[in-house]
């Protein structure tokens, strides 16, 4: 049989190959990869919520709902709608909050803070990939590079962790990470940064170097989030979608955080240029 970490390099291998295979192919191949990952992330994160005692919300509505402000968002993005169909996310978040005047629950703002949030933390940066994918013109796309950042500032992170960690970094959320693994990580992502910026998009160190400041730190407090709603809502995994890893939600936990940021570094940088 498999053991965990064969089992997790195999699933690694395929995820990467997904990944990365889709956004060198064409925007829209990657586009309907991170779609079917962002669905399953927002099913995931509603999921948390199925079994607890106090917050009460509708999977089916926040999914509905976070669907569609991601089709129009997308859409926007290709052009296949006009930017005045922004104004229709208004009201559909304000759809959000109807269900709470039928439903009876106890704590109907905690019910919809809940479901907002969820939009904003899963579409949100799903989207903001696709977006910034679309715009960009790179010999390495830019979505790409922070993917490889991300991935980098993890691996380097546990392994420096293991071979020299010994001062816990956020002991209470997560209790393996160390200050000398959290060094490890930003000190390699730093490194790739600047190969990526001198010999394969070249002339562009500065933006990668300013990213990888950007994206190492990202993806640690990205990680530690995800830790936090886990550990306090005592589950394990997200889900099982992705064996070895657990679930969408589990792979993608440092980007949600790291993309808004390294969205808005691009397109400053892509204006400033």
């Known amino acids: 049989m498999i053991g965990n970490l064969g089992q997790r390099m195999i699933t690694g291998a395929v995820f990467g190959t997904l990944v990365i295979g889709s956004m060198l192919w064409n925007p829209y191949a990657f586009a309907l990869v991170f779609s079917f990952f962002m669905v399953v992330g927002l099913w995931e994160f509603y999921n948390f919520f199925k079994q607890h005692q106090i917050v009460a919300v509708s999977n089916e509505i926040g999914i509905f709902i976070g669907i569609f402000i991601y089709m129009l968002l997308v859409g926007i993005s290709f052009e296949w709608f006009s930017v005045i169909s922004l104004s229709l996310i208004f009201p559909l978040f304000f759809t959000l909050i109807l269900n709470e005047l039928w439903a009876k629950h106890e704590h109907p703002l905690l019910n919809i803070s809940v479901l907002v949030f969820g939009i904003i933390y899963v579409v949100g940066p799903f989207y903001l990939s ?3 994918h679309v715009r960009d013109t790179s010999t390495l796309p830019k979505v790409l590079g922070m993917f490889l ?6 691996s380097f ?16 959320i997560s209790p393996k990470k160390t200050w000398e693994g ?5 000190l390699f992502t730093l490194l790739l940064g600047f190969i990526i910026g001198t010999y394969i998009n070249k ?3 500065l933006f990668w170097m300013v990213s990888a400041l950007i994206i190492a730190p990202g993806a640690i407090l990205g990680d530690l989030l995800e ?3 886990k550990r306090s809502l005592n589950i394990k995994d997200s889900g099982r979608i992705l ?3 657990g679930g969408v939600l589990d792979r993608f936990d440092a980007a949600l955080f790291t993309i808004p940021f390294f969205y808005c570094w691009s ?3 892509l204006y400033w240029k």
């Open 203 to 205: 002339g562009e160190v």
């Open 267 to 269: 397109i400053i940088y």
């Open 130 to 132: 696709i977006d910034l």
């Open 157 to 172: 992170a546990y392994f420096t962790g293991r071979a020299f960690g010994k001062r816990k970094l956020f002991e209470r």
């Open 243 to 245: 064996p070895g890893h």
């Open 149 to 154: 950042l991300i991935w980098t500032n993890d």
């Open 227 to 229: 830790s936090l709603f």
């Open 182 to 186: 959290t060094f490890g990580g930003v």
